[in-house]
């Protein structure tokens, strides 16, 4: 599978931004899906995961209450709508994909990523 992720951008702190992750491939509904982060000087992180049937999702600590994942089978598209943002979530944003049995916040179990897009938040 392969995967473009966009909707990145300049926003205000407190400002909102809705990440999308388009998946090309007829298997995408197989997938497990995930968004990552990495700040600069920093390791990548995880952030939030959803399941194949959006049944099972998990997010970090850090943005739980603000982010929320979902996906559109039909569409091929998992997105995540970030709220409230503030100066700490500035980071390159990816999405991957991980075909397995229940979600992780493991990156190395991801064997599908996206190519990253950028979140710039001012205070």
């Known amino acids: 599978v392969q995967l473009q992720a966009s909707g990145g951008g300049l926003v205000q702190a407190g400002g909102s931004l809705r990440l999308s992750c388009a998946a090309s491939?007829?298997?995408?509904?197989?997938?497990?899906m995930g968004w990552f982060r990495q700040a600069p000087g920093k390791e990548r992180e995880f952030v939030a995961t959803i399941s194949w049937n959006s049944v099972n999702i998990d997010y970090a600590d850090s943005v739980k209450g603000r982010f929320t994942v979902s996906r559109d089978n039909a569409k091929n598209t998992v997105y995540l709508q970030m709220n409230s943002l503030n100066p700490e979530d500035m980071a390159v944003y990816y999405c991957?994909?991980?075909?397995?049995?229940?979600?992780?916040?493991?990156?190395?179990?991801?064997?599908?990523w996206g190519q990253g897009t950028q979140v710039t938040v001012s205070s």
């Open positions: 491939g007829r298997t995408f509904s197989a997938y497990n």
């Open positions: 991957a994909a991980y075909l397995g049995v229940g979600i992780s916040r493991l990156s190395h179990q991801y064997g599908y």
